[in-house]
T-cell receptor, first 111, second 113 residues
Framework: GDSVTQMEGPVTLSEEAFLTINCTYT??????LFWYVQYPGEGLQLLLK?????DKGSNKGFEATYRKETTSFHLEKGSVQVSDSAVYFC??????????FGAGTTVTVRA | SQTIHQWPATLVQPVGSPLSLECTVE??????LYWYRQAAGRGLQLLFY??????ISSEVPQNLSASRPQDRQFILSSKKLLLSDSGFYLC????????????FGEGSRLTVL
């Protein structure tokens, strides 16, 4: 079945540091890939997405590129802020009906 | 614009008591609706989804049930809660036929004692 594996946290960074969260997937066909973010005490919200190979999703300074050859969708941000502290979830959708989520990576940015 | 509301936001219940969590969506018609659970230190687990009134699909066997009595209303229930039912429950909706993007509510934290 479909599955998503993302790097385990927690990740602790200083402000202005570079952030990478690895995500790899297992799925047949050509799934759509997503990164969701969950700020403390809130539900999830979509951060970015990519629907086909080599697409790059970007939002709020975050980027991720859909790499079919490595089945990966790593999340990056060049300079994090304290406000980026959150839990980040990688997800895939193959059926347009259901999403499969990774376990989530907790990121804490210190001033 | 579309909005999603779920309540209550926080709930503390004794083992063996019933549960009802409610979710409503505004500003859209015939959405796909979902209940996810996020247990402490774990990822998101899809519990139920619905593509229409009265149509419920269960993803995992468990102590919970779901119902969709109206187009934009989704209810998560239990007759007798277990300790293992504790967690953060998230309702979500999506546009049918979309690329799978979900819009989440703010969540309901359930503690079973």
């Amino acid at each position: 079945g479909d599955s998503v594996t993302q790097m385990e946290g927690p990740v602790t960074l200083s402000e202005e540091a570079f952030l990478t969260i690895n995500c790899t997937y297992t799925a047949t066909g050509y799934p759509s890939l997503f990164w969701y973010v969950q700020y403390p005490g809130e539900g999830l919200q979509l951060l970015l997405k990519a629907t086909k190979a080599d697409d790059k999703g970007s939002n709020k300074g975050f980027e991720a590129t859909y790499r079919k050859e490595t089945t990966s969708f790593h999340l990056e941000k060049g300079s994090v802020q304290v406000s980026d502290s959150a839990v980040y979830f990688c997800a895939l959708s193959r059926s347009r009906l259901k999403l499969s989520f990774g376990a989530g990576t907790t990121v804490t940015v210190r001033a | 614009s579309q909005t999603i509301h779920q309540w209550p936001a926080t709930l503390v219940q004794p083992v063996g008591s019933p549960l009802s969590l409610e979710c409503t969506v505004e500003g859209t018609s015939n959405p796909n609706l979902y209940w996810y659970r996020q247990a402490a230190g774990r990822g998101l687990q899809l519990l139920f989804y619905s593509v229409g009134i009265g149509q419920i699909s269960s993803e995992v066997p468990q102590n919970l049930s779901a119902s969709r009595p109206q187009d934009r209303q989704f209810i998560l229930s239990s007759k007798k809660l277990l300790l293992s039912d504790s967690g953060f429950y998230l309702c979500a909706w999506s546009v049918p036929g979309n690329t799978g993007e979900l819009f989440f509510g703010e969540g309901s934290r359930l503690t079973v004692l």
